[in-house]
């Protein structure tokens, strides 16, 4: 047999979206969807050391107001954010932000997740290469409801240098949701709270605003772990699964991937900021590779009541590192300490 | 306490099968049945960068006329094949070839499947140390029905080299399934497909004979990884597992695993090439072992129209590779390229 | 943004029981129920080579008289053990042992497990610095049956040296269960065991008392398959993670995580012994880390019959090394050889 041409034929794989090919109000439907079940949900507890009542205990859910337990919020978040990768961030050479990101709906063992952004803000840069690309990404279940909502902001590179430059769009985007924005699930009813089953004594009253937790526990990490949850996320970008993509020959793991462990880890000290609800801001400070240990600090930086009853809000920065006690968040110049991986600015639900 | 005594006492280990144990006609029914669920669909999806939609959604498949999303057409074969081996492949020195392959039925989660293989053929080597043994495997569910059948070929040592050689009995083997031998679902209909959703435009008609597609992408592969495939399937041959097995202390990686991965990197150009429905051939060209990225590509062999609505067949070649860039299959004398992981011959069925 | 001050708040985490904070008749709820599913099942498949056909087929379960196939035992004992470790065994010097461990009832996709210990035992060392603790733990199903039970003993330091010494209370433990103490589930039926499916022709009455059975295979164990599976029973010691926690920069290996995979290798020689029934000791001899290989075998020790129809009683001593050929348990001093890894006594119930 000989060796086989490669005929001349319309490329049939894509390269993906450049700067370029957004225009402002561009709504993109983004491919395969995914149902879950009890495989994805013991997965995410074999790959962190998730520990949330509410997330592991189907009866635990229960006692809460809940049908039943429903997928750990970051899940659903990184099944939405995954989605989105071919279409937004594979010619991205940087993921520059989140915000105003809402969790309107929890997910459950046999939901359907689909992923729909639509593009709402871009501004090319002064060196004409690259622009920065503004998204508001919805993920919606099986019947269209919306089950996750965030923005989010990447720098992704040009293709043709010669394309004229967009009008310049850039979204107001509060730094940080208010505590009406939040929305608690329906049905959520905290007062019956088992604090002996949710791990911890301490609940929403117990914490105070400027109040630091070194949750103690390290994680290292192995490259298989990290793929492996990389791709239950059907999440494409080359750089975490291919050794050769690099010139140092190491695998840059996914940012989400350090947001779920550290949010594991912050169990202790946090069992029962259960829910994830707001997600304000986030940063990857510093890229993580195989082999790092990760630990994880906190710090509580609002609290806010809500009408659901039993149900408390609790801001949080949630931050990774790959050193032991590495409390320091930035330097002097603003710049984040180089054992700072992650910044992480979200709401979550406690039992007042 | 002192050490036991190893008493004299029938020894209950099996050694396998030799090939003085195989006799035309045979039929082996296999041990372990295993009954999926949605835990065996998440591993896939853990372990391979799989993303057909039909798979991945439910949604989508009862969009396509099937009652639910299918477990992977590749793990059923695993499922399948893996049962085989402690009865087949325990003493064999080579795996070497696979024809007339054919998913019959889909597996759903909640299937129970077990196998049972005949014996097709036998042919002693001239050296008198060795034979090949042909045997037809069937994958078959809790109802009894067939899901898949393939013959297989494997040379085997014996363990006698005194027993008798058995009379020569070689099969015919096509080597294609001509359209007409490949089963199409029950139900299917692709006339209402979502390329939006399933992730590529292109349609049965955008491929041509002799067109070739390179998957592009990349996955770099690691022990934990092909080992909790391997498992998973139940495929308990050493070589896989037992670092101490060879001489160099490497383990072998299950061909299968091969296939899985170089499968899913298809994606990339073969969105719609969603299910798998003839085996024309296979060869697993070189060992792959922990460490190597693997790559793929493909080529268009053939395509056939077939009767359900909106379905067309397309036959391909898949090829995995070791190296980038390494698009020649064999060399001059015929042999396999050293970069040649995999050489597998396929039928698909697409939407029209 | 300056660096976060740590305040001067009540601790939020937690270090753990010491000595001194354990009485008799305490009664333990340990936190964090969880819900078990088919993602657990696979997983356990794709960690362990097991192949037990009960646990493996829901169609042979029900041709066994139960409802469908359970969680394999082991992993509820993972599960129900997980559980303990933050309230028992966090400041461990050593785990001692483990008698009179027996399971009750089956564990099935869909039952909610959690855990309670009460302390039934406490000696103090004569240096002052730590005890021993006997603590005797049940693991309950959402109808609050118990679904196992045994008990345990971990020597822990004390964290105030003045504290007084508890008065010495160690209780009387049996060193082997009596036949009569052995559960059969409810329904078990092994008069029409289907001995093709199951994997192995040997019954009951095939096995001799003092028989020895090598189980032939190796498996070479990596850092992130025993993270993954000690993760999924939410086990928080952290020596198994933190690769920091160690002089030696070694994740000593969960022992939990060696027992599964010794009895999943002595399917070869036992495949027909299905359930385990009884816990009679155990002892970790050796630390076990990533790159063993592991192996094991097997040494009747006794038989029993049972009212259940076609279901007999076999106690068994299973031995995990981590080299071939080890088949010496203990030095003429009494102490393990150093390749010996596990030295367990269980009861399991074969068909007769």
Chains 1, 2, 3 share one sequence.
Not at 36 to 56: F, I, K
Not at 314 to 339: E, M, W
Request: hydrophobic letters at 40%; a negative charge.
């Amino acid at each position: 047999m000989k060796a086989p041409q490669f005929h001349v034929v319309p490329i049939k794989t894509t390269a993906g979206r450049f700067f370029e090919d957004y225009s402002i109000g561009q709504v993109i439907d983004h491919a395969v969807p995914r149902t879950v079940s009890g495989g994805e949900r013991a997965l995410y507890h074999a790959l962190y050391p998730a520990r949330h009542a509410l997330y592991s205990s189907d009866e635990f859910a229960r006692s809460c107001g809940l049908p039943q337990s429903p997928l750990d919020d970051l899940a659903a978040f990184h099944i939405v954010f995954g989605k989105t990768v071919p279409d937004v961030s594979l010619n991205a050479i940087a993921n520059l932000g989140y915000a105003q990101g809402r969790w309107l709906r929890p997910v459950y063992a046999g939901d359907t997740i689909r992923s729909s952004s639509e593009v709402i803000g871009l501004k090319q840069n002064s060196n004409g290469q690259s622009g920065v690309v503004y998204v508001r990404t919805r993920g919606l279940n099986q019947r269209g409801e919306v089950v996750l909502d965030y923005v989010r902001w990447v720098m992704v590179r040009k293709n043709n240098t010669d394309a004229p430059a967009p009008e310049t769009v850039v979204p107001q985007l509060a730094p940080v949701l208010t505590p009406d924005q939040l929305v608690v699930p329906e049905g959520l009813d905290l007062t019956n709270y088992d604090f002996t089953l949710s791990g911890e004594p301490h609940r929403w009253s117990d914490y105070e605003i400027g109040e630091t937790i070194d949750h103690v526990d390290g994680v290292t990490i192995e490259e298989a772990e990290h793929m492996i949850a990389t791709r239950l996320w059907q999440n494409t970008a080359k750089v975490h699964f291919d050794a050769t993509n690099r010139a140092d020959g190491r695998r840059l793991i996914y940012g989400g991937h350090v947001i779920s462990m550290a949010r594991a880890l912050s169990f202790n000290g946090l069992a029962n900021a259960q829910m994830i609800v707001g997600l304000n801001a986030g940063a990857h400070a510093n890229p993580c590779f195989s082999g790092d240990t990760i630990r994880a600090w906190s710090e509580v930086l609002d609290k806010a009541e809500t009408s659901a009853p039993g149900v408390g809000a609790i801001r949080l920065r949630l931050v990774a590192t790959n050193a032991a006690g590495a409390f320091r968040l930035k330097s002097d110049d603003g710049k984040y300490q180089p054992h700072v991986l992650l910044d992480l600015d979200y709401w979550a639900l406690m039992p007042m």
